[in-house]
């Protein structure tokens, strides 16, 4: 078993600055821009972008999506007992739509998201914002925004914690899989 890296509160907070910044700048005179957190990472994530970009005055709207009915593994990963349903404040059709989720990996919920936000209807556009890359992609899918690229291996896991209260517990780990199992379950 390696040593976990880790990355602090002040690596995880440049890189949503470094979101928020690239979002902001692109999207500024966006009427129709709403940005969806990817149950259930991206949902933390997708509110803290939405709060941040308020502050510098871009408007957007925040929602989630649920990509549960979508999974292509759906036989290997049972739909959990708890999972947060997809909830879209205003209509998709002709809006601009940023996915959000807190890391990117083969493709696989990505592809799955864009499954269950054209149920709801067609998008103007659609991107993708995430916090941490990890490679290892096995769907020719890309990142608009991303905030930290990770070297990761098939046997390591990416574990995110953001804190909500307080942002100086927010951390990124990379860990082999067991000890990243055991990290999850004590946050």
Do not use: W
Request: hydrophobic share 40%; aromatic share 2%.
């Amino acid at each position: 078993m390696g040593t976990p890296k880790k990355h602090d509160a002040a690596a995880v907070e440049k890189a949503v600055d470094g979101l928020v910044s690239g979002l902001a700048r692109r999207h500024v005179q966006d009427p129709r821009l709403l940005l969806l957190g990817i149950a259930n990472g991206g949902v933390a994530l997708a509110a803290r972008l939405a709060h941040r970009l308020h502050a510098r005055g871009v408007k957007c709207g925040t929602g989630t999506i649920d990509i549960s009915f979508h999974r292509d593994d759906i036989s290997r990963h049972p739909i959990p007992k708890e999972f947060t349903p997809t909830l879209i404040p205003h209509d998709v059709n002709g809006a601009t739509v940023v996915l959000v989720d807190d890391v990117l990996h083969t493709g696989r919920t990505v592809k799955a998201a864009l499954d269950e936000l054209f149920d709801h209807g067609r998008p103007d556009r659609v991107e993708l914002a995430v916090l941490v890359d990890r490679g290892g992609r096995r769907l020719p899918l890309e990142a608009d925004y991303c905030g930290l690229r990770l070297e990761a291996g098939d046997d390591q896991e990416v574990v995110v914690h953001l804190d909500n209260a307080e942002h100086r517990h927010d951390e990124v780990v990379v860990a082999p899989a067991a000890q990243a199992a055991k990290r999850r379950s004590a946050v």
